[in-house]
């Protein structure tokens, strides 16, 4: 099914472009109205520079007068062969549509609401028949019905045109369009750009990305080292101001040689407040009695410190540099 961007903003344009990978681009308009070009003459060339194929409106009481636009937008600069010129369904239209494509012209017969309008789209020989989905759909009619009908019609009877699908409000649309086999379709820009998202996916490439760091990152790349240590001959008071300043839930304290002791965690406060009341906030942390701290070494791999927080149990592991005490590193950290 060949990708159409419905659009004339220049920018949505220009972003879409770099996909690499849309058949082309389809104007219209109204869009150049709500868009507030002011010469439509050079939105269009700019708008080509672009895209592979643009289609564009031609329109004309007569179909000489549709032909005559369509020559005045090809000496204007538009290639003829990778342009489409979009003319309203009528007999003049069908007319214009049956001279032009016979000179080798593409075209488009645009603001297709029936079956039979699409047939008299079909026997001219049009590059493209379009219904519009959107707009059918908000007066009440089956629209996908309509589509569904005219990809019959082509297949029933040989018909070379290809049904495009248009008037997308929203990504089931573009499910519509492939689950019905049309042969193209337009889209929206805004539309386009949630084709490719679902909850599931955005899960999953955030676990594979966290992954991928946790095998690829070492302890040492996210160890913190400020504010995590404390002399075991300070007060818990200050273990809970350094806390404070590193903004983890624990602060290492290491003895009066430089060498580890335990780590002190808002944990263990929270266990001696219930224990000794609110007075322990000036009782030394060389009072507090030996506990098993868990370590790792900084070379190691996040993918090892998320194991061991999780079979440990614990939110702090101490890193360590062979025997020195390097910091802290919290299960954050492995995320």
């Known amino acids: 099914m060949e ?9 949505e344009i220009k972003e879409a472009s770099k996909l690499g ?68 369904v009528s007999l003049e239209g069908t007319r214009a549509c049956k001279i032009m494509v016979d000179q080798g012209f593409q075209v488009n017969l645009h603001l297709v609401y029936t079956v039979q309008q699409a047939f008299m789209a079909f026997a001219a020989g049009a590059t493209y028949v379009c219904p519009l989905v959107g707009r059918l759909q908000d007066q009440g009619h089956d629209a996908l019905g309509l589509v569904q009908e005219c990809v019959e019609i082509t297949k029933r009877y040989g018909y070379k045109s290809k049904i495009m699908f248009s008037s997308v409000r929203h990504a089931e649309h573009v499910k519509n369009a492939l689950s019905i086999g049309v042969h193209t379709i337009t889209v929206p820009w805004k539309v386009m750009q949630k084709l490719t998202e679902n909850h599931f996916t955005t899960i999953g490439t955030d676990r594979f990305i966290q992954d991928t760091r ?6 040492k790349n996210v160890v913190v080292t400020e504010h995590v240590s404390i002399s075991s001959s300070a007060k818990i008071i200050d273990a809970l101001l350094m806390m404070t300043k ?20 808002d944990g263990d406060l929270r266990r001696l407040i219930q224990q000794n009341g609110d007075n322990v906030q000036d009782s030394k942390l060389d009072s507090l009695p030996e506990q098993v701290s868990f370590t790792i070494e900084v070379d190691r791999s996040l993918h090892d410190a998320r194991n061991v927080f999780v079979t440990k149990g614990v939110d702090t592991l101490v890193a360590m540099d062979g025997d020195n005490f390097a910091g802290l590193i919290d299960i954050q950290h492995t995320l």
């Open 3 to 11: 990708l159409y961007l419905d659009s004339v903003n220049l920018e």
């Open 214 to 219: 946790a095998l690829m990152n070492t302890v």
């Open 246 to 265: 590193s903004k983890l839930g624990a602060v290492a304290i290491l003895n009066d040689d430089g060498s580890f002791r335990r780590v002190f965690t």
């Open 21 to 88: 990978y849309l058949t082309g681009l389809t104007t219209t308009p109204t869009f150049m109205v709500k868009e507030g070009v002011k010469d439509i003459d050079a939105q269009i060339l700019e708008i080509k520079k672009y895209v592979n194929i643009l289609q564009v409106e031609a329109l004309g009481d007569t179909a000489e007068e549709i032909m005559a636009e369509a020559n005045r937008l090809i000496e204007l600069g538009l290639p003829k062969d990778s342009t489409v010129f979009k003319i309203p």
